[in-house]
């Protein structure tokens, strides 16, 4: 059975930085696509930031620099380090493991929330 797990959320100041950690059992990570995404209220779900299997790195546009994805397959971990958070980076942040396109694995999510 294949479960995705997702840690790191929190209230944070705009300006401040967030962890986000994505822990995957049941599949091997390292052939799949690994892929950040979220969904604030009311709009629908992006993508964020994706990582092939061989490390390839591709960020949204509205990124700019400031968040760095990363994956260790030999501990089917995945991370996200958010920094400069804005109040337009409040939502709920998923991980997904996909190969292809088929829709793959989905964590529950991690709720991020930007606010002073």
């Known amino acids: 059975q294949v479960q995705l797990v997702e840690s790191g959320g929190g209230l944070v100041q705009p300006g401040g930085s967030l962890r986000l950690s994505c822990q995957a059992s049941?599949?091997?990570?390292?052939?799949?696509?690994m892929e950040w995404h979220r969904q604030a209220p009311g709009k629908r779900r992006e993508l964020v930031a994706s990582?092939?299997?061989?490390?390839?790195?591709n960020y949204a546009n509205f990124v700019e620099g400031r968040f760095t994805a990363s994956r260790d397959n030999a501990k089917n971990t995945a991370a996200l380090q958010m920094n400069s958070l804005k109040s337009e980076d409040t939502a709920l942040y998923y991980c997904?493991?996909?190969?292809?396109?088929?829709?793959?694995?989905w964590g529950q999510g991690t709720q991020v929330t930007v606010s002073s």
């Open positions: 990582i092939t299997p061989t490390g390839r790195i």
């Open positions: 049941g599949l091997i990570s390292g052939i799949y696509n």
């Open positions: 997904n493991y996909r190969r292809g396109a088929a829709p793959g694995y």
